[in-house]
């Protein structure tokens, strides 16, 4: 068991319409005595495709303890279903930029000789380069030319940030831009305050942000503990204000480090309130 985002269904919301099971090609619901369920853990990836399909506003996304999921059992349960769903569920997992995820269940129609469904759309790739849905929290990964073009025209200045979303929360551990990162991790004031901020901090490194005195450290541990455990990571820099509650983010990184049991360098830098690097 470890923590990770799966959907929630609110049973006195839920009227049974089932509107939601046929947008969850992974087939985690069901319809049993009257309300939609979580079937299994197992099939949910926690993406929320069956969210913007419930009339009653009954599903919802947690983070919570749950069991791995598991995209080579979610593609044999698939393939079950056909063709159509089949390429729904390949549609699903490349909208939500998931490459790792996506590998394997082609891999999976490879050992079954299952043509992809895919394999001859253009946009297969697995680079994203277009939105579709809410971009709140959809995973983005962008390229060094991409953001030069769009910036510099503008500013002058080409943005430094290499992925999205960059909330603490909202990044799943398993996402792929993680695996062989440098990681800062960075306290929510910092951007605002320090004008390098991009090209002294930001630059080659994946952002996570968050605020250590408002929100809950503690599940911020957990957080980092499972993305040290299931990416390489080569190094963290935790960037955070001179004042006094943002110090405790410092052992609670240090802490996930020593419960993964893996040897990451960790580089600390503290911003002052006029917007200066200290040393």
């Known amino acids: 068991m470890s923590k990770r985002k799966i959907i929630r269904i609110d049973q006195d919301k839920c009227n049974g319409c089932g509107l939601c099971i046929p947008n969850c090609p992974e ?17 949910c990836d926690g993406l929320g495709a ?3 399909h419930c009339p009653e ?4 996304v947690e983070e919570r303890d749950s069991q791995e999921y598991d995209e080579r059992k979610v593609m044999i349960n698939i393939i079950k279903q056909g063709k159509n769903v089949i390429k729904a569920h390949l549609e699903h997992l490349k909208d939500h930029n998931q490459n790792q995820y996506l590998k394997q269940a082609i891999e999976v129609l490879k050992e079954k000789g299952i043509e992809n469904p895919l394999a001859e759309d253009d946009k297969t790739k697995h680079q994203v ?5 809410c971009p709140d929290s959809r995973m983005m990964d962008f390229s060094k030319a991409e953001l030069e073009n769009k910036t510099k025209a503008a500013t002058g200045q080409a943005s430094e940030l290499r992925q999205w979303p960059v909330q603490i929360m909202l990044v799943p551990p398993f996402t792929p831009y993680l695996n062989n990162a440098d990681l800062l991790i960075a306290a929510d004031c910092v951007p605002f305050a320090y004008a390098d901020f991009h090209a002294d901090l930001l630059k ?5 942000v968050g605020c250590p005195k408002l929100d809950d450290i503690t599940v911020y541990e957990e957080k980092f503990t499972q993305i040290l455990k299931q990416n390489n990571i080569k190094s963290i820099t935790y960037a955070h ?5 943002c110090f405790g983010m410092v052992a609670v990184i240090k802490s996930a480090i020593e419960a993964s049991n893996k040897n990451v360098l960790f580089k600390e830098v ?7 690097r200290l040393k």
């Not at 080659?204 to 996570?208: M, R």
């Open 27 to 43: 087939g985690a619901l069901q319809i049993i005595d009257g309300k939609a369920r979580l079937i299994s853990d197992l099939f």
């Open 50 to 52: 069956c969210i913007g």
């Open 57 to 60: 506003g009954a599903i919802t």
């Open 129 to 133: 380069n277009h939105f579709s849905g």
């Open 204 to 208: 080659d490194k994946v952002l996570l």
């Open 241 to 245: 204000m001179e004042v006094p509650c």
């Open 270 to 276: 503290v911003i002052s309130i006029q917007g200066e």
